[in-house]
């Protein structure tokens, strides 16, 4: 995702390609011609119609697993619309599933939406508690019902990530983030196999792993450990250094806006201040890349002002901009309270 200054100074050729705008009026024209004997719009109102629903994200709606993994906006736009769908699902927070199970939920909205998927967010979803969770149409712990309350998942601990009981919001999240960021999930897989200090330097760049880690004493050896019994880490600046590299590489490929990568950073440095590593494992990233990362089409509010900070609401907004005008809350407060005495006293001198 590009800032608004970035994508102004984009070549034409280079914005159509960003925005995947052959594409949509390629996909226009072809529902036009196939368009039913009764729909009696022109080319123009055919094409304004379908334009506004893509703008809407209402386009991947009844469209099969290939068109809604076509280009990030669609795959952002199948994430808010998969959450629309599940969101009948009583008490989220602490229900628990199975993969298989997962997957036909998720075939009610998309009837062929890969397995696969479902099955690699799995891998690292957070597994159920038996003492908290419960099935889905249930309200009752199931692992109170099978006596197991005191194994980590109440029962199927041990048992491979597609046949144990997983959290339902660790495994939404993180099939969402395996299917927008599917590109970027091959790049960090392939990072992790690697120690960093194998990794090569970028052309034009001084600085290598090993240098990287060299500017960082507390973390260096964490970082390019020998002790293969522990895992792999990776510093969150080369981490973050090497995504933004491949997003310049993947074309077509869904990336996360600058906010995103300096929010990956930033609590590194809060770690790292508590006493703990600026670096990361390969669950670490994922866990966290997950969080940050825009999935849906719901933006945080400060990627769409340009990276700067901006509250969550348009009321909290608009309460930031009178305390920078000097306002305060409890300035507010009076100002309201005298207005209303004034109305009251107007209506009252009208009587």
Same mark, same amino acid.
């Given at each position: 995702?590009?800032?608004?200054?970035?994508?102004?100074?984009?070549?034409?050729?280079?914005?159509?390609?960003?925005?995947?705008?052959?594409?949509?009026?390629?996909?226009?024209?072809?529902?036009?011609?196939?368009?039913?004997?009764?729909?009696?719009?022109?080319?123009?109102?055919?094409?304004?119609?379908?334009?506004?629903?893509?703008?809407?994200?209402?386009?991947?709606?009844?469209?099969?697993?290939?068109?809604?993994?076509?280009?990030?906006?669609?795959?952002?736009?199948?994430?808010?619309?998969?959450? %629309?769908?599940?969101?009948?699902?009583?008490?989220?927070?602490?229900?628990?599933?199975?993969?298989?199970?997962?997957?036909?939920?998720?075939?009610?909205?998309?009837?062929?939406?890969?397995?696969?998927?479902?099955?690699?967010?799995? $891998?690292?979803?957070? $597994?159920?508690?038996?003492?908290?969770?419960?099935?889905?149409?249930?309200?009752?712990?199931?692992?109170?019902?099978?006596?197991?309350?005191?194994?980590?998942?109440?029962?199927?601990?041990?048992?491979?990530?597609?046949?144990?009981?997983?959290?339902?919001?660790?495994?939404?999240?993180?099939?969402?983030?395996?299917?927008?960021?599917?590109e970027l999930l091959g790049v960090l897989k392939h990072m992790f196999q690697e120690k960093p200090s194998m990794w090569p330097p970028r052309s034009g760049s001084t600085s290598s792993a090993t240098a990287l880690a060299e500017e960082d004493?507390?973390?260096?050896?964490?970082?390019?450990?020998?002790?293969?019994?522990?895992?792999?880490?990776?510093?969150?600046?080369?981490?973050?250094?090497?995504? $933004?590299?491949?997003?310049?590489?993947?074309?077509? =490929?869904?990336?996360?806006?600058?906010?995103?990568?300096?929010?990956?950073?930033?609590?590194?440095?809060?770690? %790292?201040?508590?006493?703990?590593?600026?670096?990361?494992?390969? %669950?670490?990233?994922?866990?966290?890349?997950?969080?940050?990362?825009?999935?849906?089409?719901?933006?945080?509010?400060?990627?769409?002002?340009?990276?700067?900070? %901006?509250?969550?609401?348009?009321?909290?907004?608009?309460?930031?901009?009178?305390?920078?005008?000097?306002?305060?809350? =409890?300035?507010?407060?009076?100002?309201?309270?005298?207005?209303?005495?004034?109305?009251?006293?107007?209506?009252?001198?009208?009587?």
């Amino acid at each position: 995702m590009l800032s608004v200054d970035r994508l102004g100074s984009l070549p034409a050729k280079q914005y159509f390609e960003h925005f995947s705008i052959e594409f949509y009026l390629q996909d226009a024209i072809c529902l036009f011609l196939a368009r039913k004997r009764s729909d009696v719009r022109t080319a123009p109102e055919f094409l304004g119609a379908y334009l506004d629903s893509v703008l809407r994200g209402e386009h991947v709606m009844r469209r099969g697993f290939k068109y809604s993994n076509s280009t990030p906006l669609n795959r952002r736009a199948f994430v808010r619309l998969l959450r %629309q769908g599940l969101q009948g699902i009583p008490n989220p927070e602490s229900t628990a599933l199975t993969a298989h199970d997962f997957h036909d939920l998720v075939a009610h909205v998309c009837g062929d939406f890969p397995l696969a998927i479902v099955l690699e967010a799995a $891998r690292h979803a957070k $597994r159920a508690d038996g003492g908290v969770h419960h099935l889905v149409g249930e309200t009752n712990p199931f692992g109170s019902a099978r006596g197991s309350t005191d194994e980590p998942t109440g029962t199927g601990s041990s048992l491979p990530a597609s046949n144990a009981l997983l959290q339902f919001e660790s495994l939404l999240r993180l099939v969402e983030f395996c299917f927008v960021y599917s590109e970027l999930l091959g790049v960090l897989k392939h990072m992790f196999q690697e120690k960093p200090s194998m990794w090569p330097p970028r052309s034009g760049s001084t600085s290598s792993a090993t240098a990287l880690a060299e500017e960082d004493k507390g973390d260096a050896h964490s970082a390019t450990s020998e002790n293969t019994g522990e895992p792999l880490r990776w510093l969150r600046l080369l981490l973050v250094k090497e995504l $933004r590299f491949y997003g310049s590489t993947l074309a077509g =490929a869904a990336m996360p806006s600058e906010r995103a990568l300096v929010r990956l950073l930033r609590h590194g440095t809060r770690v %790292q201040s508590s006493g703990g590593y600026a670096s990361v494992t390969f %669950q670490e990233a994922l866990a966290e890349m997950a969080e940050h990362f825009e999935l849906s089409l719901e933006l945080h509010r400060q990627d769409l002002f340009g990276g700067m900070l %901006q509250p969550a609401t348009d009321e909290a907004y608009r309460a930031q901009r009178l305390a920078a005008a000097g306002y305060i809350s =409890a300035e507010l407060q009076r100002n309201s309270s005298r207005r209303r005495d004034r109305s009251s006293q107007k209506v009252k001198g009208k009587a």
